[in-house]
């Protein structure tokens, strides 16, 4: 009579533990946006005056919501902040860390003045809630910092960017005309300039300048980031044309239409990276 108790009281353990690994799988369920895929203004609240929205923007950003995920793109005050982490600042600079590299956006104030910032755009994972995230200045110090997202509207302009900036200017129309490296003469054409590969955090400004010579194209390329500090093609090292603001290179193109490799090697993760991407580029009309 005592084994079948104890026998039953083990099968009553058992199943009460198989229905905890239920509900605990059920918990494990990918959350949803809490708006539906499309593009937003949002209020954006910092919890330091040292990190903070810029000012002509009014304390607004512009969230992206697509396939349920949601990322904010906010305009800083200047170029003093060059890379955020979504996280601690401790896992910021923890070995494969994956740093948010900035974009460059225009800010008009309003008295006309246009200032060139560095923007991020930062994953959010629910709206209303701080969000932690790291940043690291030009002094090379990481920092923690929280940021809040809410009261999302259907828009896709924030105060105080310019047309065409940051993530504004993403899906802007570049018509293009099909046409080959043989059929261009010598001189200097805006292509319009995709790059697949990498994070996707990374970007190329686009329309980009290609220079063709004595029948070689040169493309340069303008990072969103200062922190590329070498690009490889076709087994070819090329270094930086600049020394201050994002990293701008000069590349040979052997084509237009189709993609082509390119690597770049980034210093923003806890120790040089090379990264692969393609790029394709085609002439503007």
């Known amino acids: ?7 039953m009281l083990l099968a009553g353990l058992f199943a009460l533990v198989m229905v905890a690994f239920a509900l605990a799988g059920c918990g494990e369920e990918k959350a949803e946006a809490p708006v539906p895929d499309g593009i937003y203004t949002v209020d954006v609240t910092t919890d330091s005056n040292m990190f903070h929205i810029n000012e002509a923007n009014q304390g607004k950003g512009l969230l992206t919501v697509k396939d349920g995920q ?13 890379n955020l982490f979504a996280g601690s600042k401790e896992d910021a600079q923890k070995e ?11 800010i ?14 930062v994953p959010v994972p629910a709206l209303d809630q701080e969000i932690p995230v790291a940043i690291i200045g030009t002094h090379g110090n990481w920092y923690d910092h929280t940021i809040t997202v809410s009261n999302p509207e259907e828009g896709n302009h924030v105060p105080g960017t310019a047309e065409g900036s940051g993530a504004e200017g993403e899906e802007a ?7 080959s490296l043989d059929e261009l003469k010598d001189g200097d054409y805006q292509v319009k300039l995709s790059m697949e590969g990498g994070t996707g955090r990374a ?11 004595d029948g070689k194209a040169t493309l340069t390329v303008v990072w969103s980031s200062p922190n590329y500090d070498y690009m490889l093609v076709d087994g070819e090292k090329y270094e930086p044309v600049n020394e201050e603001g994002n990293s701008t290179f000069e590349i040979p193109v052997s084509v237009l239409g189709e993609a082509f490799p390119v690597t770049a090697d980034t210093t923003a993760m806890s120790k040089p990276h090379e990264i692969d991407y393609q790029f394709t580029c085609k002439v503007l009309k």
């Open 203 to 213: 970007t190329v400004e686009s329309p980009a300048k290609m220079t063709v010579k």
């Open 108 to 121: 008009v104030y309003e008295d006309g003045y246009e200032m060139d910032v560095y923007g991020f755009d």
């Open 1 to 7: 009579m005592r084994k079948n108790r104890k026998g």
């Open 70 to 82: 949601m990322t904010v793109h906010i305009s800083l005050a200047s170029k003093k902040i060059v």
């Open 96 to 106: 494969g860390a994956q740093l948010i590299e900035p974009t460059t956006d225009k």
């Open 173 to 179: 129309s570049q018509e293009t005309q099909d046409v």
